[in-house]
């Protein structure tokens, strides 16, 4: 039977049981669950689950038998010259390829799920579960929270690993690359009400850390969901800049060519009683029967070498590989 999965706020861990009721426009009232693809091409995302259950107890861990196979260098580098290509040509300022290691074995969904249920709180479960395949993640990316009349959503961009920290906190280029993110999103916002900026800090996810902008708006009148997903989605950290049906369609046809699944980066969100809140399917397992799939994404701006991307993408993957397959 199928399942969503969703970690809120407070902590609570939600798992919708199915059949689900697909609907085209969230219901007025209860319990939804929004799941959509990375293009927003479901016609009808709003999923209302048979049953809610909160999960307390972690399922009983089984063991994983994987066996990994590296991405190809070679692909993501001609990917790479491609958007440096744009940007030094003008088209663009920022893109974010996506490589996705590949895997073969065995390993239950209860697994993965007991894998996110023992998460620190700075990073979210999510996912989906279905008769054969599915996709688990643990994300540190809100793309927006809608209630009683105001967002609140953030900004993620940069990396490192923790004990760079200190010189991660003065790189140009990781400050430059937040920038994009950060002030994209309060420009798409400030039409819509008064935005309050937070001062850009670090958020420390353990092994990775990040350059993070909380932002609020107080909007000026009612705004539809749907309405803010598409304003909102995606996000520089995950899309391109500028964000046009062109550009869109280039950054889909690189996902296309690295094998990214079409759940990598899309919002994956929660309705109940009013209030929404849509996370980033980021640090995510996808998994169809015995094949498995690891992506994961890097922005790409001027100063990008593909060297230091490349490093990057590794050091994400081998995160998420630690929380759902960690060594005996």
């Known amino acids: 039977m199928e399942r969503a999965v969703f970690g809120t706020r407070t902590g609570e861990v939600l798992v919708g049981h199915g059949p689900f009721k697909a609907l085209a426009e969230p219901p007025a009232g209860?319990?939804?669950?929004?799941?959509?693809?990375?293009?927003?091409?479901?016609?009808?995302?709003?999923?209302?689950?048979?049953?809610?259950?909160?999960?307390?107890?972690?399922?009983?861990?089984?063991?994983?038998?994987?066996?990994?196979?590296?991405?190809?260098?070679?692909?993501?580098?001609?990917?790479?010259?491609e958007i440096s290509a744009a940007i030094g040509h003008g088209l663009i300022e920022k893109s974010v390829p996506v490589v996705t290691e590949r895997g073969k074995g065995t390993c239950s969904s209860e697994t993965l799920l007991a894998s996110l249920l023992q998460l620190p709180k700075t990073l979210r479960p999510y996912g989906w579960i279905g008769e054969n395949g599915g996709f688990l993640g643990a994300t540190p990316e809100v793309l927006f929270r809608y209630f009683d009349g105001r967002i609140y959503t953030m900004a993620l961009a940069g990396t490192a690993r923790r004990d760079e920290q200190r010189l991660f906190a003065v790189d140009d280029k990781e400050i430059r690359e937040h920038e994009f993110v950060a002030q994209t999103l309060i420009a798409k916002l400030s039409d819509l009400g008064m935005v309050i900026r937070r001062e850009r800090d670090i958020l420390d996810l353990g092994r990775l850390i990040h350059f993070q902008t909380l932002i609020k708006v107080e909007l000026y009148?009612?705004?539809?969901?749907?309405?803010?997903?598409?304003?909102?989605?995606?996000?520089?950290?995950?899309?391109?800049?500028?964000?046009?049906?062109?550009?869109?369609?280039?950054?889909?046809?690189?996902?296309?060519?690295?094998?990214?699944?079409?759940?990598?980066?899309?919002?994956?969100?929660?309705?109940?009683?009013?209030?929404?809140?849509?996370?980033?399917?980021?640090?995510?397992?996808?998994?169809n029967g015995e094949d498995f799939l690891?992506?994961?994404?890097?922005?790409?701006?001027?100063?990008?070498?593909?060297?230091?991307?490349?490093?990057?993408?590794?050091?994400?993957?081998?995160?998420?590989?630690?929380?759902?397959?960690?060594?005996k």
Not at 31 to 44: A, C, G, P, Q
Not at 60 to 77: H, L, N, S, T, V
Request: glycine fraction near 8%; aromatic fraction near 10%; include cysteine.
């Open 30 to 81: 209860g319990v939804t669950f929004y799941k959509n693809d990375f293009s927003l091409s479901v016609e009808k995302p709003w999923l209302v689950p048979n049953r809610i259950e909160v999960l307390e107890k972690p399922p009983a861990r089984g063991e994983c038998r994987i066996q990994w196979e590296e991405p190809d260098p070679g692909e993501f580098a001609e990917v790479f010259r």
């Open 221 to 287: 009148q009612y705004q539809e969901t749907k309405t803010l997903i598409e304003r909102l989605h995606p996000t520089p950290a995950l899309g391109p800049l500028p964000r046009t049906l062109e550009t869109m369609a280039q950054i889909t046809d690189w996902r296309e060519r690295l094998g990214c699944p079409v759940e990598f980066g899309a919002p994956f969100g929660l309705l109940r009683d009013g209030d929404f809140e849509a996370l980033v399917a980021i640090r995510m397992v996808a998994w």
């Open 294 to 327: 690891l992506p994961s994404g890097c922005g790409v701006i001027q100063e990008s070498r593909l060297v230091s991307e490349w490093r990057e993408l590794a050091l994400k993957r081998n995160a998420v590989r630690g929380l759902f397959f960690p060594l």
